[in-house]
């Protein structure tokens, strides 16, 4: 699945993401009750012409990076996250069924 690095972005930051600017490089971490997670994937960088549009292996390691990597969150979830029917909040509760998130009240 090739993706355009824009609007992957976009759509990340819609969902909770916050970009990072590093050097050149653009990474994405998603925040859950503003606290960073392990959730992060590096979408490429604005200097680099390779990075404009995502190709096949780049978008399936941001799949593993972003937790669809499993049973439950699987490539078909990923596509609709990126395409925006999935919203933060469900992509929180894919999380938690995953066993990914635990809320505090929830140990």
Not at 15 to 26: E, S, T
Not at 90 to 95: G, K, Q, T, V
């Given at each position: 699945m090739k993706y355009p690095q824009k609007e992957l972005k976009r759509a990340l930051q819609a969902?909770?993401?916050?970009?990072?600017?590093?050097?050149?490089?653009?990474w994405a971490t998603f925040y859950y009750h503003e606290n960073p997670t392990r959730?992060?994937?590096?979408?490429?960088g604005?200097?680099?012409?390779?990075?404009?549009?995502?190709?096949?292996?780049i978008t399936h390691e941001i799949r593993f990076?972003?937790?669809?990597?499993?049973?439950i969150l699987d490539r078909k979830l990923f596509i609709d996250f990126i395409n925006c029917?999935?919203?933060?909040n469900?992509?929180?509760?894919?999380?938690k069924k995953a066993g990914y998130l635990i809320d505090d009240n929830e140990q």
């Open positions: 969902k909770g993401f916050q970009i990072d600017v590093k050097k050149r490089d653009h959730f992060k994937c590096r979408i490429g604005q200097s680099r012409k390779t990075y404009k549009m995502l190709g096949d292996d990076q972003l937790g669809f990597d499993g049973v029917p999935f919203k933060e469900d992509y929180i509760s894919e999380l």
